[in-house]
């Protein structure tokens, strides 16, 4: 039987539990499916942008994920071979945002946070252990079914928001296209606990390191140092998870003549690809589901928990306010929008210009981020829009 003011939430990922704390606290009853059988451990992303940490400040979650963060006020532009191109210092936008600065935690700590929150709500379930399988819809409510047990269960309620991933069953149930392209190449983290700066002292937390054969995103987590390092196409992934082939990838970077401690080290495929419709009926995709992208920069995680708190508020005022479910066709506008033209055009620009090949384009590009640098508008500017500020607040100004 559906209950009244029902919402079935997919995925127990950041995007997920941050929908959900928003629909608890507003008193509409919750369930929370999650496919695996405890919060994924999900090491990828790790950085928590300023827009981001305002609407965890919201929910009254920040000062957690900041205790078990690292604040990073700074981030590079680097070259292999050159060193230091510039710094930027976030500091400058402190006027637009609570948060001038990135927050460096796994995205695992802030499912935590809030799973222990949503614990203390009696409307809300959260069930693990629980894959959804397939839906249905009609006008007035959607049907999930998923496998607990060995045993397949349905539960009804009146909307869904699919938080599942790249491969979000609702997506794929609904047939909603999914265009776009997956690299050639995997993708690489490697870290350590070994201190970096003792190598390289000048290297700041968020660096992003430039080569035409082999750039580098190099982000310092609480625990440890991260490098997102781009693989060869031609290797085995036996070969790429090597003990001695991981450590020479650090060392390439930051070379000393101990060897390294490697700490953790995955491989993943990356794909930049954004659904053909956030909405179908009474059906919401958000976060992996709705979009996915390469990792630099760290827009995938942000832009998603973007999606779930736009989506969120939007079903609340549905729900408890009687609005119109125009509402949900706007969310598709506000937000399908930003994924196509903000996070997947600049992702894949990173990437081209960490990658870039021909060495008078590399020193163009060098002299161009020295003069952004020196230009305190232009530097303004470059950081509203590595920050996200810039992208919330078109978003937020769709009708």
Same mark, same amino acid.
């Given at each position: 039987?559906?209950?009244?003011? $029902?919402?079935?939430?997919?995925?127990?990922?950041?995007?997920?539990?941050?929908?959900?704390?928003?629909l608890a606290k507003a008193g509409i009853h919750v369930t929370l499916l999650e496919a695996e059988n405890d919060l994924p451990l999900d090491m990828r992303a790790s950085t928590f942008h300023p827009p981001t940490l305002d609407m965890?400040?919201?929910?009254?979650?920040? @000062?957690?994920?900041?205790?078990?963060?690292?604040?990073?006020?700074?981030?590079?532009?680097?070259?292999?071979?050159?060193?230091?191109?510039?710094?930027?210092?976030? @500091?400058?936008?402190?006027?637009?945002?609570?948060?001038?600065?990135?927050?460096?935690?796994?995205?695992?700590?802030?499912?935590?946070?809030?799973?222990?929150?949503?614990?203390?709500?009696?409307?809300?379930?959260?069930?693990?252990?629980?894959?959804?399988?397939?839906?249905?819809?009609?006008?007035?409510?959607?049907?999930?079914?998923?496998?607990?047990?060995?045993?397949?269960?349905?539960?009804?309620?009146?909307?869904?928001?699919?938080?599942?991933?790249?491969?979000?069953?609702?997506?794929?149930?609904?047939?909603?296209?999914?265009?776009?392209?997956?690299?050639?190449?995997?993708?690489?983290?490697?870290?350590?606990?070994?201190?970096?700066?003792?190598?390289?002292p000048d290297m700041c937390p968020v660096a992003y390191i430039t080569d035409p054969e082999e750039w580098c995103a190099v982000i310092r987590a609480p625990e440890m140092w991260r490098f997102l390092i781009p693989t060869n196409p031609?290797? @085995?992934?036996?070969?790429?998870?090597?003990?001695?082939?991981?450590? @020479?990838?650090?060392?390439?970077?930051?070379?000393?003549?101990?060897?390294?401690?490697?700490?953790?080290?995955?491989?993943?495929?990356?794909?930049?690809?954004?659904?053909?419709?956030?909405?179908?009926?009474?059906?919401?995709?958000?976060?992996?589901?709705? $979009?996915?992208?390469?990792?630099?920069?760290?827009?995938?995680?942000?832009?998603?928990?973007?999606?779930?708190?736009?989506?969120?508020?939007?079903?609340?005022?549905?729900?408890?306010?009687?609005?119109?479910?125009?509402?949900?066709?706007?969310?598709?506008?506000?937000?399908?929008?930003?994924?196509?033209?903000?996070?997947?055009?600049?992702?894949?620009?990173?990437?081209?210009?960490?990658?870039?090949?021909?060495?008078?384009?590399?020193?163009?590009?060098?002299?161009?981020?020295?003069?952004?640098?020196?230009?305190?508008?232009?530097?303004?500017?470059?950081?509203?829009?590595?920050?996200?500020?810039n992208s919330i607040n078109k978003s937020n100004a769709t009708a």
């Amino acid at each position: 039987m559906k209950e009244k003011s $029902h919402v079935i939430i997919t995925g127990a990922g950041p995007v997920g539990c941050v929908s959900a704390l928003i629909l608890a606290k507003a008193g509409i009853h919750v369930t929370l499916l999650e496919a695996e059988n405890d919060l994924p451990l999900d090491m990828r992303a790790s950085t928590f942008h300023p827009p981001t940490l305002d609407m965890l400040e919201e929910l009254g979650v920040v @000062s957690e994920i900041i205790k078990q963060g690292l604040i990073t006020p700074k981030f590079q532009y680097r070259d292999r071979a050159d060193g230091l191109v510039a710094e930027f210092d976030m @500091s400058a936008i402190a006027e637009h945002t609570n948060h001038p600065y990135r927050v460096q935690a796994e995205q695992y700590k802030l499912t935590r946070i809030i799973s222990g929150i949503l614990a203390d709500y009696p409307h809300v379930n959260q069930k693990f252990s629980s894959k959804a399988l397939s839906l249905e819809q009609d006008d007035n409510s959607v049907t999930v079914y998923y496998e607990t047990n060995g045993e397949t269960e349905s539960i009804t309620a009146d909307y869904l928001i699919s938080c599942d991933g790249s491969r979000s069953f609702a997506r794929k149930s609904l047939d909603i296209g999914f265009p776009g392209f997956t690299y050639p190449e995997l993708f690489m983290v490697v870290s350590t606990k070994d201190e970096i700066t003792d190598v390289v002292p000048d290297m700041c937390p968020v660096a992003y390191i430039t080569d035409p054969e082999e750039w580098c995103a190099v982000i310092r987590a609480p625990e440890m140092w991260r490098f997102l390092i781009p693989t060869n196409p031609e290797m @085995s992934e036996e070969e790429l998870l090597d003990e001695d082939f991981l450590e @020479s990838r650090i060392q390439g970077f930051a070379p000393k003549s101990e060897k390294y401690t490697v700490s953790h080290s995955t491989l993943y495929p990356v794909n930049q690809r954004v659904a053909e419709t956030y909405r179908k009926g009474r059906v919401l995709l958000a976060g992996d589901a709705a $979009h996915v992208n390469n990792p630099l920069g760290g827009m995938g995680m942000n832009g998603g928990v973007h999606d779930g708190v736009n989506i969120a508020k939007k079903l609340v005022q549905i729900l408890n306010n009687k609005e119109s479910e125009k509402l949900l066709d706007l969310y598709d506008r506000q937000r399908r929008p930003i994924a196509v033209e903000y996070v997947q055009a600049h992702s894949i620009r990173n990437k081209k210009i960490m990658e870039e090949k021909d060495p008078k384009i590399r020193r163009q590009r060098q002299d161009e981020i020295r003069a952004v640098r020196d230009n305190s508008d232009k530097s303004f500017e470059l950081m509203m829009q590595v920050s996200m500020i810039n992208s919330i607040n078109k978003s937020n100004a769709t009708a």
